[in-house]
């Protein structure tokens, strides 16, 4: 409790919940849900009790109680002892005109031990606060970089929710659709925000396989190699293997990456050929390196010519140690001297 032993700021209390500082505000405004106490009659800081009716608030909202309902409900718990505040149980609330999320400690969401702040962004995605998931994302990146934040909130967050979805009857789907937009929007913000790319190094071809819908992975791969300076060419989803070929042979990539979220959509021979790919002049033929990535590669190794990253991280370094070998005129060295480098 020392951490609040003088109260903490809205925007802390905000990062925590996964609301924005103007609902904080407005909530405060309209329903008289804010601090008890003001440091110089200005600062709003917040105390353990003051959060347990923020929290009240936050999880009736989200389960479809209007907020000046739940506002009522979540104050007649505020004269609770200290020691019962951390879990206050609903007293007066209405069951919920419908069906809907509740907001338990990610939204309802299966994130299981995972950070606070994906936390947070499951219950602002629950709640459909767009609002709340761009300034968290947008904080989240800035504090904790982009690697760390796609693989340990951003990612948890989708997939809590991917696997809401498919339990739930087809509730959810707003969600899912609502966080991958703002979550697909922070990455490119992170790719227009880059630094001067290398010139004169080949480009990375970011690409799905055909009938892969899946991009979001691939946008975080292309937002890390912005950071890095290093040139992307992204195509997306469901990429056809004669427009992927040609996208080959006519840009000379240091690397080709492949991306398959199941093992029904992997394909090994587009892979393959991929792989064995050939440019340039007769007597200096030039190979790209293929990196599998996505959990639809598991299995045998990859063959000679392809990698098999196990995360974000792992890819960057990879790619950035494919695109020195193409700068020092190494290209399609393949799976010898740039994964030594890498590793």
Known sequence: MTEYAHGITSGAVARRLGVAPTTLRSWDRRYGIGPAAREDGR??????ADIAV??????????????AEAARTARSGAAAPLAEVPAPAPRTAPPPPSPAPRAGAGGGLPLGRARQ??????RAAVRLDAAAMDEM??????EYGLVTAWEEVMAPALHAVGRKWETSDDRYVEVEHLLSWHVSSALRRVSTARPALRAGTPPVLLACVPNEQHTLPLEALAAGLAELALPTRMFGAAVPPEAL???????GPAAVVLWAQARSTANPPLARHVADTSWGVKGARTR?????????WAGPAPAPGMLRPGGLREALALL????????????????TGPVATAR
């Open 43 to 48: 600062h709003r800081r917040w105390t353990p």
């Open 245 to 251: 070929d040609q996208a080959v042979r006519r840009t």
């Open 117 to 122: 702040e994906c936390r947070g962004l499951g």
């Open 288 to 296: 790209t390196t293929v990196l599998l990535a996505g959990p639809g």
């Open 137 to 142: 994302l947008g904080s989240l990146i800035e």
């Open 54 to 67: 923020l929290e009240e608030m936050c999880r009736l909202t989200a389960s479809g109680v209007p907020p």
């Open 320 to 335: 950035r140690a494919l695109c020195d070998a193409a700068d020092t005129g190494v290209a399609g060295a393949g799976a």
